[in-house]
């Protein structure tokens, strides 16, 4: 029982060879597309690692550019065969080439619909990564002189700047950390020490935010310190004041950029998906009606083009039972050497 | 004796011909490049024009637009000339027009090399312009509930942390402005009534900066207000502190990022002029072998001028004195008429 029978007459399979051909071209420049869609998408995630605590998110690029790169040999193949299939002497010496060319081109494709699946999935992964790295580039925003730490706060600023945000969840994540340094602190003034007993560790904490937290929209002078004492500024009430600082977290904002371009990307690839699968279709009816050619006089009889020559659940069975053999007949070894041993005792 | 004679025969008759095609489309690509960039230059141009005073002349990105346009079409008629000029038939349809053409070819030329040179000048009066917006702009920050102004502040701000400048000339034109609105200011205390009383004008003066000022590179956190004063902060010396706030003035800034802007198109429009002699050259080549075949198959010759430099620009005046002297000979015989009657 075939799988989706087609009759293919002599002109039919000329026109689909010659149309795959174009499409193999096409799906050519897709791959390479792909490709560099990865190495976009790999860049931008470089470009913010310093907030970013773990790499794994980076398998999406990643995967994305092996998929661009492997989807480009496959249609270079695929162009060659059907430039071949035009004549049918010389078609018959891809025969062999093709089993495992079938199992690449498959497994890349599907791997390309899974990588658009990951970029939806992995966004749990990519926000508990912003969070620590978040949470240690406000804590390091003071150590200034740290090797290693002192670019911290130059990073912070700008990413805060760049994405209109402040502090990890909200701006009151400043409020909690100290971000003056010990060295710009004068401990023989009597504020200082009162701000530094009245907490166990012993931090100079205050309701106050950094400069690249202020809004440029707002109608005010920046008001960045004595954020919730509304006494301490004229005309000034914290509860409704919007547009002094930016009220959105770092957070929030680098996941929804991330998230967006993850989008972008993922509708692109599933369409260059459709395309990759179309081409591989038309290349299987291709195949199967030149191999009914093969070995005739006359080459432009018609002939039948198929999926699969069985059903799908047996094709499945055909290629499951030697692998399941050869786990059983591994079984059944062990178990004589067991039953071997025991009689010999 | 002609200038710069080449023999052509009918091999290299063709060769040239579809060289010359392909570089006319290059030029027509070109042209479409000069078109871009003087686009470019005006959006870029319009994003700042609130701190040029809504005042400056769009002139030299105008004519950059009107110059790659025009290039588009000369070189699209050339190509399609050098096309036609391996068809005898085709060929002398385009004879009559290939001189006027050529003369165009010229006209067009020189226009470009002005243009170079314009893009190269127009630093000068930009640096006005901008002297003059940006004292306004300052002068307007703090008008946010004014119509018309109420965005100078966030324009301001923007600019200043995008080009890393602070104030005109630098950071002290804050000083002499007053920056934060009545509306903010408690006239009650003591601190802003004696401000207001320390100068003739009445306004609210202090030693600070906005904050789009401050520099992130910073190793401590930004001071923005008593700039000046050293005692105010701790371990504070405002003569040393390099990194604290922007240094550089707007104006310098946005002269320097508008004039690396216009030496690259300057230097590209030369280029393009470059290609476009070449092309022209090639053209009065194709043009010269193709009118002196006895049939399409022989050889001949091609040359730049018929006679040389010196004798062409003889005929030239020559050719303008006879036609200055017969207007004044017609003018002369009418004159004659009108008297005998």
């Not at chain 1, 059903?311 to 030697?322: A, D, N, R, S």
Request: hydrophobic residues 40%; neutral net charge; contains cysteine.
């Amino acid at each position: 029982m075939v799988l989706m029978k087609m009759k293919f007459p002599f002109e039919k399979r000329m026109k689909l060879a010659q149309g795959l051909w174009l499409l193999s071209w096409i799906a050519t420049l897709a791959g390479a597309f792909t490709f560099t869609l990865g190495c976009f998408l790999k860049t931008e995630l470089r470009r913010r690692a310093e907030v970013m605590d773990n790499t794994e998110i980076h398998a999406v690029p990643n995967t994305l550019m092996i998929v661009g790169l492997a989807s480009l040999g496959i249609n270079y193949f695929a162009g060659r065969m059907c430039q071949d299939a035009l004549d049918a002497g010389r078609f018959p010496r891809w025969k062999t080439f093709l089993q495992p060319y079938w199992g690449v081109s498959l497994l890349f494709t599907l791997l390309m619909l899974t990588t658009v699946i990951m970029s939806y999935a992995m966004k749990g992964n990519l926000e508990w990564s912003l969070k620590i790295g978040l949470k240690n580039g406000i804590r390091f925003y003071k150590d200034t002189d740290t090797p290693g730490r002192c670019f911290q706060k130059q990073t912070i600023d700008r990413l805060q700047m760049e994405f209109q945000c402040c502090g990890n969840t909200d701006f009151k994540d400043w409020f909690e950390v100290q971000w003056i340094s010990n060295r710009y602190l004068d401990f023989s003034s009597k504020e200082v020490k009162d701000r530094v007993k009245s907490n166990v560790d012993g931090r100079y904490l205050f309701d106050g935010v950094p400069f690249s937290c202020c809004n440029p929209s707002s109608p005010r002078p920046c008001i960045q310190d004595r954020l919730t004492n509304n006494s301490a500024h004229y005309n000034y009430e914290h509860q409704t004041e919007e547009l002094n600082i930016y009220i959105r977290g770092c957070r929030e904002a680098l996941v929804n950029y991330y998230m967006g371009l993850m989008n972008t990307i993922g509708a692109a690839v599933l369409s260059i998906f459709l395309v990759q699968s179309s081409v591989l279709v038309s290349l299987r009816y291709l195949q199967t009606a030149m191999e009914a050619v093969a070995g005739q006089e006359n080459t432009e009889i018609e002939t039948e083009g198929y999926l699969l020559e069985k059903g799908v659940k047996e094709t499945i069975m055909e290629y499951v039972t030697p692998v399941l053999v050869f786990l059983q007949l591994n079984q059944v070894g062990s178990e004589d050497a067991e039953a071997g041993e025991t009689p010999a005792k | 004796m002609a200038l710069m004679v080449v023999k052509f025969d009918l091999k290299k008759r063709v060769k040239l011909a579809q060289f010359l095609w392909l570089m006319y489309w290059f030029s027509v690509m070109a042209g479409v490049l000069v078109f871009s960039m003087g686009l470019f230059f005006k959006i870029e141009l319009r994003k700042r024009s609130e701190m040029m005073d809504n005042n400056e002349s769009h002139f030299v990105p105008n004519l950059l637009i009107a110059v790659g346009l025009l290039a588009c079409g000369i070189n699209a008629m050339g190509g399609k000339i050098c096309y036609d000029s391996l068809d005898p038939i085709k060929f002398s349809r385009w004879k009559p027009m290939l001189k006027p053409f050529l003369v165009s070819c010229v006209a067009f030329n020189c226009l470009l090399v002005l243009t170079a040179l314009l893009c190269f000048l127009m630093r000068i009066p930009l640096q006005f312009t901008l002297a003059e917006g940006l004292k306004n702009a300052l002068k307007f920050y703090k008008d946010t509930d004014t119509p018309g102004r109420c965005y100078m502040k966030r324009t301001l701000d923007q600019m200043q942390m995008e080009f890393r400048c602070c104030g005109n000339n630098n950071f002290r034109d804050w000083f002499e402005i007053q920056w934060v609105s009545n509306r903010y200011l408690d006239f009650s205390a003591k601190e802003v009534k004696d401000r207001i009383g320390s100068n003739v004008d009445g306004k609210y003066l202090m030693d600070a900066v906005p904050f789009s000022c401050c520099n992130p590179s910073s190793p401590r956190p930004c001071i923005q207000y008593q700039v000046t004063n050293n005692t105010a902060h701790y371990s504070y010396d405002h003569h040393t502190e390099d990194l604290n706030i922007w240094k550089r003035g707007c104006r310098d800034a946005l002269i320097s990022y508008y004039g690396g802007m216009m030496n690259t198109i300057g230097a590209l429009v030369l280029l393009v002029a470059s290609l476009e002699v070449i092309v022209m050259i090639g053209l009065q080549y194709v043009n010269t072998s193709q009118s002196n075949l006895a049939d399409p198959e022989s050889e001949s010759e091609g040359w730049i001028l018929e006679k040389t430099v010196k004798e062409t620009f003889t005929d030239i005046m020559d050719k303008m004195k006879a036609m200055s002297k017969g207007n004044a000979v017609e003018e002369g015989g009418v004159d004659g008429v009108a008297t005998v009657s």
